[in-house]
């Protein structure tokens, strides 16, 4: 248990307490704390099975302004809205909204790592959905999560828990890294499971194809399968495969993300490896690395000696999405003054650590 009384700029020093989940067969019990502060309309962060939230009443105006405040996360960037159960799905949806699409998608991926973007229901405050008339909505299958929102009995509004631009927070600690002072409690389930946020579809508007807005864990293919049709796919590195007229829709996107302190050099060759590593050596840099195994015994062949830098060797991208995120703060910890990131996308899963990487990489 940790306890700090460090203080934001503006608001009264607040005590942020970790509480750890010991026992997952009593969580009623465990997190009846978690649970109060949720129906008394204050902020809590909490794990999921992408990563750690930062959840409040997602009905209540008040509780989500105090998300956009703890995180300094700008107005008109929506919140995920998180459910456990189909009864609590139609209070957050429009009562006029045709469900046959999103049914086969619920029955096939929920609870999981998918985000669906509906029409919302009136009750829905738009600070929720960042005065957009549409809502994000996901159910969570990380039992902690689940039961937060059950016992509540409230949906439950949650970005993720890191300060807004930051990477997200896949353990507790990286949540009271940036969250210490700001919010009264976080619970502990330990690291999150999959590392990289949820898949978001919209599939809001009848008239016109499903598209992904951001790639995750379920992937496109996954997604054609379900559905038996061709869907979308928002390309946000080349920003192909989207009319002007969806941009403004996920306000999201226009915001850098994931980014570390140190600047982060993608790169797909031997060559544009060499390149960038033996100029940041002779500049006597601090070098940070994310490569694959296989990455690592071609520059051996090559005789590059990697000896004085902080690497991180990734097995598979299952392996390289769940820890990237960590990763890259540790980085920041050990304060790198660069970081050489060499990875190729294919398909699937690929596309949402390339998505990744790519936005951490960007200067804006
Ligand atoms: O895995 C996740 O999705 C995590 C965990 C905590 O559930 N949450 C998360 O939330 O990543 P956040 O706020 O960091 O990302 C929400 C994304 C943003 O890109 C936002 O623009 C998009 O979803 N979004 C939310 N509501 C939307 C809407 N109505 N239309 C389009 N995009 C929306
Ligand atoms: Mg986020």
């Not at 699409?101 to 609870?111: G, R, S, V, Y």
């Not at 600690?173 to 978001?200: A, C, H, W, Y």
């Not at 038996?228 to 946000?236: H, L």
């Not at 033996?278 to 006597?284: E, L, M, S, V």
Request: neutral net charge.
């Amino acid at each position: 248990m940790t306890d700090s009384t460090n203080s934001t700029t503006d608001q009264k020093p607040v005590q942020t307490k970790i509480i750890t989940i010991l026992n997952k067969n009593n969580l009623k019990e465990e997190l009846q704390e978690a649970i109060e502060l949720i129906k008394q309309n204050e902020l809590i962060a909490f794990p999921t099975e992408t990563v750690y939230g930062l959840g409040a009443n997602a009905l209540n105006d008040e509780a989500v302004k105090k998300i956009f405040k703890a995180k300094g996360r700008p107005s008109d960037n929506p919140i995920i809205t998180h459910i456990s159960s189909q009864t609590m799905f139609q209070r957050v949806v429009h009562e006029s909204f045709d469900y046959n699409l999103a049914k086969k998608l619920m029955n096939t991926f929920w609870p999981g790592p998918l985000t669906l973007i509906l029409p919302k229901a009136d009750i829905i405050p738009y600070s929720t959905t960042g005065n957009l008339e549409t809502i994000a909505v996901r159910m969570p299958s990380h039992p902690i999560a689940l039961a937060l929102i059950k016992e509540s009995n409230l949906p439950i509004a949650a970005p993720s828990a890191n300060l807004s631009g930051k990477p997200s927070p896949t353990t507790a600690q990286d949540v009271f890294d940036d969250m210490n002072g700001r919010i009264k409690l976080i619970v502990d389930g330990g690291p999150t499971d999959i590392g990289l946020e949820s898949t978001v579809l919209d599939i809001s508007d009848s008239s016109r194809r499903p598209i992904i807005l951001r790639p995750g864990k379920i992937t496109k293919e996954e997604i054609e399968n379900c559905l038996d049709i061709e869907i979308d796919f928002y390309d946000s590195i080349s920003h192909k495969g989207i009319s002007e007229d969806i941009k403004p829709k996920s306000p999201g996107m226009k915001y850098r993300h994931y980014a570390p302190n140190a600047e982060l050099r993608l790169v797909a060759s031997l060559e544009s490896f060499r390149e960038n590593y033996f100029q940041a050596k002779d500049k006597n840099k601090f070098i940070g690395l994310i490569i694959s195994n296989d990455f690592k015994e071609c520059l051996e062949k090559n005789l590059i000696d990697l000896d004085k830098c902080y690497s991180y060797i990734y097995k598979d991208d299952e392996d390289l999405g769940s820890k990237l995120y960590f990763k890259l703060r540790e980085m920041d910890k050990k304060n790198v003054d660069l970081i050489i990131a060499y990875y190729k996308d294919t398909n699937g899963f690929s596309k949402a650590i390339m998505n990744r990487l790519y936005k951490a990489s960007s200067k804006k």
